[in-house]
């Protein structure tokens, strides 16, 4: 167990509909990544939150969003989803002072999009 | 931006056998290189990384060895057991303000018992 938990671990949704995944970090943890995992493209970067700031952005599209409240949770907001969403979307997280690099990842939510 | 490549995509062997896996990164100014291991449906799982002013690290069974100069690092797993049968990926941070991990495309090892 990596101490990053994520909820849900699956969600089954129509084409067109929005969902939401939460991720909360390991304690102590500033920094929130969220990847997606798919057969064609591998694991992909999408976006960092750094203590409540975004930090830098990957290969996210537009129609997805994030956010990192107060209490350091994020969540991934995915908008007008397409069959090709479908994915294992997974969040990291880690410390992130000047020489901490680890990231240590969540169990994941499987997206099926239908 | 930075690319990894991850050689073979599959590898399989004897149990009791090494297993090695390479990958080969693009930025220069790349400086953390880990290894990650996922089980069919679950998380990466961090087995090892190095850093950029060390050459070997070793952590029992495993170990990871980079060359700079030539912009590639390996990972050796010797005397190789069924559960080591998984997906493995290499990884590569920049030296930046932004710390993403630029992955491989994973490596299937299977362990033959």
């Known amino acids: 167990d990596s101490g990053v938990t994520q909820t849900p671990k699956h969600l089954i949704t129509a084409t067109g509909q929005r969902v939401t995944l939460r991720c909360s970090p390991r304690s102590g943890d500033l920094s929130v990544y969220w990847y997606q995992q798919s057969l064609d493209q591998g694991l992909q970067f999408l976006i960092q939150?750094?203590?409540?700031?975004?930090?830098a952005k990957g290969n996210i599209l537009e129609r997805f969003s994030a956010q990192q409240f107060p209490d350091l949770h994020s969540e991934l907001n995915l908008s007008s989803l397409e069959l090709g969403d479908s994915a294992l979307y997974f969040c990291?997280?880690?410390?992130?002072?000047?020489?901490?690099?680890?990231?240590?990842f969540g169990p994941g939510t499987r997206l099926t999009v239908t | 931006g930075e690319n990894v490549e991850q050689h073979p995509s599959t590898l399989s062997v004897q149990e009791g056998d090494s297993a090695v896996i390479k990958c080969t990164y693009s930025d220069s100014a790349s400086n953390y290189f880990p290894w990650y291991k996922q089980e069919l449906g679950k998380r990466p799982q961090l087995i090892i990384d190095i850093r950029s002013n060390v050459g070997e690290k070793k952590d029992q069974r495993i170990a990871v060895t980079l060359n700079k100069t030539a912009k590639h690092f390996s990972l050796h797993i010797t005397e190789t057991q069924p559960e080591d049968s998984a997906v493995y990926f290499c990884a590569a941070i920049p030296d930046t303000g932004r710390r993403a991990l630029t992955f491989g495309s994973g490596t299937r090892l299977q362990v033959q018992p």
């Open positions: 939150y750094y203590n409540g700031e975004e930090r």
């Open positions: 990291a997280s880690s410390v992130s002072g000047p020489s901490s690099y680890e990231q240590y």
